[in-house]
């Protein structure tokens, strides 16, 4: 089955990317840098927790906290 992957549009033309794909169930993610290569799989609730928890500022409040 191919699938249909997706890039950011505020990613660069260097070609650093992540690159997104659904299936059945699931978002694949791969590196655009690397197509054939290792894929890692989570389920669409994984995946929407995770854009929701970038999109908000919690990450970064999270991350200064463990570096104190």
Do not use: Y
């Not at 191919?2 to 033309?13: D, K, L, Q, Y």
């Not at 894929?39 to 669409?44: A, D, E, I, P």
């Not at 970064?60 to 570096?67: E, Q, V």
């Amino acid at each position: 089955m191919s699938e249909e992957w997706h890039r950011s549009t505020r990613s660069g033309s260097v070609g650093n990317c992540v690159e997104v794909a659904r299936r059945a169930g699931v978002t694949l993610i791969r590196d655009s840098k690397q197509p054939h290569g290792a894929r890692l799989c989570v389920s669409r609730e994984r995946w929407r927790g995770f854009l929701v928890l970038v999109g908000s500022d919690q990450w970064r409040r999270k991350r200064d906290a463990s570096a104190r």
